[in-house]
Structure formats: structure tokens, C-alpha cells
């Protein structure tokens, strides 16, 4: 069964949040298989790798003296986030405030940690200050700014939103996973340099073109970090503040290489690249009488009446819906223009 097995094929993939790695990032995961930067007094390499990612992500998202590491993924590091913002808080009954249209993993966050998680409506799929504002009260331990939203690509009122966490004495979280590699490039107000934010996710293993799993937290200050940590008897590092134990340095080492290779010039083709292709399908899609949604980042929404997604599967595409139905096309560094003309091809033989 293996032998045969093929994996993935990405030229019809419009539905992910993965890419295809790019060769350098390959080659380093590969080489990078066996180690665990979970250990870093044995695995001092990849250790050393770690710390070069984290201060790389530092710099994409204005961050002088980061603090971090290379998560599972933006699952573990929204986690994490809320963990720290828990630990750090004085309070019997934590709550956490999100955009309603916060990932899934803030859902996990809040049961894994016995957060209370509140989500506050959405206003042109941005999230609604006043409402968030609203749900704050003394029990508040993290705000959330989503920047690059995993349904529409919209990004909150970040510096609106740090505003609000301070004044209620709890940590604002910006949740960039996805947009986090295409956000230096626009105009956008959402990294620690335009507002008072204390942590971020950032994914490697989706715009950065890594390899999977290389999920990004960063923290303004290694205090921050310091709520995470456990003592490991056994080891001869004294503490452990990721929550995975054992990890795959292909995450870590794969991290560094794309960033090395692309950032930034690389990054910035890509998001000039990914946005005219966003553009242009909504153009064709509008142009064809849908109502769009976007693109903000390179993300298309559009209300298709067609019995979409089944069809489409069966001529080999994978596109995904949003919460409310829309066709969603996620115009990842895989998705080519040419990919796009025969989509729109057969869309128009329906
Ligand atoms: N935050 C945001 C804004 C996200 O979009 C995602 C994932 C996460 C956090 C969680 O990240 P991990 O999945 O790395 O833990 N968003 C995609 C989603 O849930 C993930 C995805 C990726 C889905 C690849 C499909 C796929 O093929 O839709």
C-alpha cells in the first residue's frame, strides 16, 4: 500500500492552509529528521536553529529582542498564549475575549485551560470593538486580534484591540498563523511594532513555506515565557516550556531555511504574486454575478449557488466552504494563475 501510495498532489489543492515546501525547507527537515530540539543539552544544533527561527520571526513581525519558539503548529501556539496569560493573571475565574470568527483552537484553549472564552460579533468580518470592549471585565486574562481571519483573510483593529487588553491589565494575543508571512507587505497595523502586542502566532509551516510542523510563537519578553516552564529532573537543561515534549527538528531546521532563502524579497514576490491572483478570481467570480467576500489577503470568499464543493471534488479540486456556505479559495504560494484559469474554466461548465 505504500509503495503505491502517492502523496498529495497540490495542482488542484484550493482548500488549505498548507503548501508545498519550498526545496531548501525540504532538504533541511530532511536532514533535521532524527533531532529534538525538545532536548537541546543533547540535539545543541537544532537548538541553536531554534533560536535563529525565533530572532527571524522577530524580525518579520518588528520585534527586536524576541522571545519564542518553533510550536506544533498555530494550534499548540494559541495555546500556549492563552496559558500564559492565564498563568500570569490573578484571578480564580480567567476569561478570554475573541473575534467571533477566532480559530478553532481558541475553543480547545479554553478547555484544555479552564477558560472561560467569550466571542464577541463581527462587524464587515472585522471584529467589533465595541463589542469586544463590552466582554472585558476584571476577569480578563487575553484579548485576541486575529490578523489574516482563517474563513475570510480579514485582519482586526489590532492596535484598537491592545488598547483594550492594557487598560484591563490583561495580554493581547494576535493569532497571524496564516497571515503572518503575507502581512509584512501591506499596509496593515498588526505586529508588535504598531501596537501593544505580547504574543503571536506566526506559522512557518503555512505561508513561510516550511515544512510541517513548524508552528511560530513569539513573546515581547522572555518573562512572559517564563509562566510555561516546567522543571525537567532528568535533562540536562533544567526547564521545558513548550507543551509537546519530544519534537521533530525537520519543523525547526525547515523553518530557518525558507526564512533564510526568502525573507524578504522572496516573501514579498509571493504576496504580489498570491494577491493578483486573488484579485483576479474575485474579478472573474464578480464578473460571473457572484457576491465576493475580499480578497484583504489572498483569500477569495464568494456565495456560489451551485452545489459546489461535491461536483467540483469529483473533477479533482478541493475547495472549502466558510461557516455560512461561501466557496473559500485560499491562494496559497502553490496556487498559480494558470491553476486558477482552469478552476474558472470549470466553474463555467456548470
Ligand atoms: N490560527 C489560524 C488563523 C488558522 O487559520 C489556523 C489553521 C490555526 C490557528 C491553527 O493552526 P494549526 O492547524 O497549524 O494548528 N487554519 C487552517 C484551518 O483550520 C488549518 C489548515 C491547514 C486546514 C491545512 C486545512 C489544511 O489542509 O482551516
Redesign the pocket.
Known amino acids: 500500500m505504500l509503495q503505491r501510495a502517492e502523496p498529495q498532489d497540490f495542482e488542484r489543492?484550493l482548500?488549505?492552509?498548507?503548501t508545498v515546501p519550498h526545496p531548501v525547507a525540504r532538504q533541511a527537515a530532511e536532514r533535521f529528521l532524527a533531532t529534538n530540539p525538545g532536548d537541546p543539552g543533547t540535539y545543541e544544533t537544532v537548538a541553536d536553529l531554534e533560536d535563529a527561527a525565533v530572532d527571524a520571526l522577530g524580525e518579520l513581525t518588528g520585534l527586536a529582542d524576541p522571545a519564542g519558539y518553533v510550536a506544533?503548529?498555530?494550534?499548540?501556539?494559541?495555546i500556549q498564549a492563552l496559558r500564559i496569560a492565564r498563568n500570569r493573571a490573578d484571578t480564580d475565574d480567567p476569561n478570554v475575549v475573541a473575534p467571533v470568527h477566532?480559530?478553532?483552537?481558541f475553543t480547545k484553549a479554553a478547555d484544555v485551560l479552564d477558560l472561560e472564552l467569550r466571542t464577541a460579533p463581527a462587524t464587515d468580518y472585522r471584529a467589533n470593538t465595541d463589542a469586544v470592549a463590552e466582554l472585558i471585565d476584571e476577569d480578563t486574562v487575553c484579548v485576541v486580534g486575529?490578523a489574516?481571519?482563517?474563513e475570510y483573510g480579514f485582519v482586526d483593529p489590532i492596535p484598537a484591540i491592545a488598547d483594550l487588553a492594557h487598560d484591563a491589565d490583561a495580554l493581547c494575543h494576535v493569532?497571524?498563523?496564516?497571515?503572518g508571512f503575507y502581512l509584512p507587505f501591506t499596509d496593515h497595523d498588526w505586529h508588535f511594532g504598531h501596537a501593544a502586542v505580547d504574543t503571536m502566532?506566526i506559522?512557518p509551516?503555512?505561508v513561510g513555506q516550511a515544512a510541517?510542523?513548524a508552528?511560530g510563537l513569539l513573546a515581547r519578553d522572555e518573562s512572559l515565557l517564563d509562566e510555561l516552564a516546567v522543571e525537567t529532573p532528568y535533562l540536562e537543561s533544567t526547564s521545558q516550556l513548550t507543551l509537546t515534549g519530544t519534537r521533530s527538528g525537520a519543523g525547526v531546521a525547515s523553518a530557518v531555511a525558507a526564512m533564510d532563502e526568502l525573507w524578504p524579497a522572496g516573501y514579498r514576490e509571493q504576496y504580489d504574486r498570491s494577491m493578483a491572483n486573488a484579485e483576479w478570481l474575485a474579478d472573474q467570480l464578480r464578473a460571473r454575478g457572484h457576491d465576493v467576500v475580499g480578497p484583504e489577503l489572498p483569500l477569495v470568499a464568494a456565495d456560489l449557488s451551485v452545489p459546489m464543493t461535491d461536483e467540483l471534488r469529483e473533477r479533482g479540486w478541493r475547495v472549502?466552504k466558510t461557516g455560512a456556505g461561501e466557496m473559500r479559495v485560499v491562494c496559497m504560494p502553490h496556487v498559480t494563475r494558470s491553476m486558477l484559469r482552469s478552476f474558472v474554466a470549470d466553474l463555467d461548465w456548470y
Open positions: 489543492v482548500s488549505s492552509m498548507c506544533s503548529g498555530g494550534t499548540e501556539a494559541n477566532a480559530h478553532f483552537s486575529v489574516g481571519s482563517t493569532d497571524a498563523a496564516w497571515g502566532t506559522d509551516h503555512k510541517v510542523p508552528g472549502s
